[in-house]
Each structure stands twice: as structure tokens, then as C-alpha cells.
């Protein structure tokens, strides 16, 4: 036999051999992966809830959307941060319209700190013509999206939204989320065209935001953080909480606490939203 024709049939049987051992190989590597999805829903059926991880601005956009399209009922919205940016505003309005022409009911929460944003104004004016009704608080817990009491967004890190974000489904967590914005909307003020709304409070009292700059500076947190949290500058968490300091006649935080503490006002948070959520919000940032 040539042996160019012997070789060839040779490296023909080998070929055929290592065919076959990859097919297997394939087979075995699709039998774990079924046997892996098969214990996960196993694990998911029997603790009744399930985490997704999302990782990164764009990812997170995408199954927000994706959300959004499947929603059939009711969206809850935490929107923290203070003043959105044109991209966020932008790429909400169209998810917006596809929601008010389904018939979905929406219902978001921003912070006192938008008011001083002319532009996020302008945008929830629009928002609420599009059937999203609108309030504002001193402060939030954190960003977070509630999907037909179903499914809930959250931030993995709520000081940097854009890093990542968890998505979670089960009736536990959900109707626990559900009760916390229910909570936080109740204390809210509705959002008046632009022009927050005040509440009458006595002489003395704190408003809403001093409230929670009290009590956030009482945790230790620092002036970076609590403007973070406030939606607002630096400059203005500081002044805020000099003020404060000066109608305790406080010479340190220390003192401050010690005083406010005297006087009740690190009492109950409940209260507190009663109190004028957006005297101070209304003022330069």
C-alpha cells in the first residue's frame, strides 16, 4: 500500500477517536450543567427566594429594561442621589411611556435635594404628566426599583450604583421592601409642580432634613457622607449642620448630641417626616 494512502487512513482513525472523545466530552460537561441548574432551582424552590448579580452600568440597564417591559402592574421607585443626570433622565422617559400606555400604576420617591436642580425638576414635572406620581423626602435608604411586588433592584454598594446591583425575587424579601417604601411614602411630601411643599411645624422644631443630619451625624458618619445621603454639597450638609450646632449652642458634635438628646430630638424617626421635609431643600445647594 502507498504510504501516503496508509497514513492518511491512520490519521483518519485518529481523528474519528478524538471525535468521539470530545462529543463524550461534551455530553459530560452537559449533564453538569443540567445537574448544576437542576440543584440550584432545587435551592431557590426550597428557600423560596433568588439573588441575581449584575455587574456594571450597562448590565444593569439592560435587565432593568427588561423589567420593565415585563412589568404588568405596579412600579415602586426609590430614587436617591440627589439631582439625575441627563443620561439617567434620558433613558427613563422612553421605559416611562412604555409603562403609562400599559396601564401601569408608578409611584417614585425622590429626595428634597431635587428641588434645587432645575432640570431634575423639569423631568419629574414630565414624569408626573406620564401618570408617575411624585414625592419627596429628606432622605432614602437606598436606590431601589420594586417590579409588581415580584422582583426588587438594589444596589450592590449604594454608594456606587453604577458598580453593581442585586435582583430579588421571593415573597419574603419582596413584601418586607414593599412595607419600607410604603413607610417611606406615607411621610413623603407630593411632589407641587416644582415648589416644595411645606408643613407647619412650632417654633423650635426641626424639619425633616435637620432631623436626619442629626441623627446621621449621631451614627458617626462624616460630612462627605451625610451630603450623599442628603442629596445635597458638602458645603451645604456643613451648614446645615452648623446651624443646628448654633441653635443647640453646641461648641462640638459631642455636645450637640448630648443636647439633642436632652431635648428629644434623637427620638423616634417617626416624627420627624411630619416635620417640614423641604424648607431647608428649597435653599442653595
Same mark, same amino acid.
Given at each position: 500500500?502507498?504510504?501516503?494512502?496508509?497514513?492518511?487512513?491512520?490519521?483518519?482513525?485518529?481523528?474519528?477517536?478524538?471525535?468521539?472523545?470530545?462529543?463524550?466530552?461534551?455530553?459530560?460537561?452537559?449533564?453538569?450543567?443540567?445537574?448544576?441548574?437542576?440543584?440550584?432551582?432545587?435551592?431557590?424552590?426550597?428557600?423560596?427566594a433568588?439573588?441575581?448579580?449584575?455587574?456594571?452600568?450597562?448590565?444593569?440597564?439592560?435587565?432593568?429594561?427588561?423589567?420593565?417591559?415585563?412589568?404588568?402592574?405596579?412600579?415602586?421607585?426609590?430614587?436617591?442621589?440627589?439631582?439625575?443626570?441627563?443620561?439617567?433622565?434620558?433613558?427613563?422617559?422612553?421605559?416611562?411611556?412604555?409603562?403609562?400606555?400599559?396601564?401601569?400604576?408608578?409611584?417614585?420617591?425622590?429626595?428634597?435635594?431635587?428641588?434645587?436642580?432645575?432640570?431634575?425638576?423639569?423631568?419629574?414635572?414630565?414624569?408626573?404628566?406620564?401618570?408617575?406620581?411624585? !414625592?419627596? =423626602? @429628606?432622605s &432614602?435608604?437606598? #436606590?431601589?426599583?420594586?417590579?409588581? $411586588?415580584?422582583h *426588587?433592584? +438594589?444596589?450592590?454598594?449604594p454608594?456606587?450604583?453604577?458598580?453593581?446591583?442585586?435582583?430579588?425575587?421571593?415573597?419574603?424579601?419582596?413584601?418586607?421592601?414593599?412595607?419600607?417604601?410604603?413607610?417611606?411614602?406615607?411621610?413623603?411630601?407630593?411632589?407641587?409642580?416644582?415648589?416644595?411643599?411645606?408643613?407647619?411645624?412650632?417654633?423650635?422644631?426641626?424639619?425633616?432634613?435637620?432631623?436626619?443630619?442629626?441623627?446621621?451625624?449621631?451614627?458617626?458618619?462624616t460630612?462627605?457622607?451625610?451630603?450623599?445621603?442628603?442629596?445635597?454639597?458638602v458645603?451645604?450638609?456643613? !451648614?446645615? =449642620? @452648623?446651624? &443646628?450646632?448654633? #441653635?443647640?449652642?453646641?461648641?462640638? $458634635?459631642?455636645? *450637640?448630641? +448630648?443636647?439633642?438628646?436632652?431635648?428629644?430630638?434623637?427620638?423616634g424617626?417617626?416624627?420627624?417626616?411630619?416635620?417640614?421635609a423641604?424648607?431647608?431643600?428649597?435653599?442653595?445647594?
Amino acid at each position: 500500500m502507498s504510504p501516503d494512502i496508509a497514513l492518511q487512513a491512520l490519521l483518519t482513525d485518529q481523528e474519528n477517536a478524538i471525535l468521539d472523545r470530545q462529543r463524550r466530552l461534551a455530553d459530560a460537561r452537559n449533564g453538569m450543567a443540567r445537574f448544576i441548574d437542576e440543584h440550584k432551582a432545587a435551592q431557590q424552590e426550597l428557600h423560596g427566594a433568588v439573588v441575581e448579580r449584575l455587574e456594571g452600568l450597562e448590565e444593569i440597564r439592560f435587565r432593568i429594561e427588561e423589567l420593565t417591559h415585563k412589568c404588568a402592574a405596579e412600579l415602586l421607585t426609590f430614587a436617591s442621589g440627589g439631582p439625575h443626570s441627563q443620561a439617567s433622565r434620558q433613558a427613563s422617559q422612553p421605559l416611562c411611556e412604555a409603562l403609562a400606555r400599559r396601564g401601569v400604576a408608578m409611584r417614585s420617591v425622590y429626595l428634597d435635594s431635587v428641588h434645587n436642580d432645575p432640570a431634575t425638576v423639569e423631568h419629574l414635572r414630565w414624569l408626573h404628566t406620564h401618570g408617575d406620581h411624585v !414625592r419627596t =423626602t @429628606a432622605s &432614602l435608604p437606598c #436606590r431601589m426599583l420594586v417590579f409588581d $411586588r415580584a422582583h *426588587a433592584v +438594589l444596589p450592590t454598594d449604594p454608594d456606587d450604583t453604577a458598580a453593581g446591583a442585586l435582583v430579588l425575587h421571593g415573597r419574603g424579601v419582596i413584601v418586607a421592601l414593599y412595607e419600607l417604601f410604603e413607610r417611606v411614602w406615607e411621610n413623603a411630601l407630593p411632589f407641587a409642580g416644582g415648589r416644595p411643599q411645606r408643613r407647619e411645624r412650632g417654633d423650635g422644631e426641626l424639619t425633616a432634613q435637620e432631623h436626619v443630619v442629626l441623627r446621621l451625624l449621631a451614627e458617626g458618619l462624616t460630612d462627605e457622607v451625610v451630603a450623599r445621603k442628603l442629596g445635597v454639597s458638602v458645603r451645604t450638609g456643613r !451648614r446645615i =449642620t @452648623a446651624e &443646628l450646632m448654633s #441653635r443647640l449652642g453646641a461648641r462640638s $458634635r459631642f455636645q *450637640a448630641g +448630648l443636647r439633642a438628646a436632652q431635648l428629644g430630638w434623637l427620638g423616634g424617626t417617626d416624627e420627624a417626616p411630619a416635620q417640614d421635609a423641604a424648607s431647608v431643600a428649597a435653599e442653595d445647594v
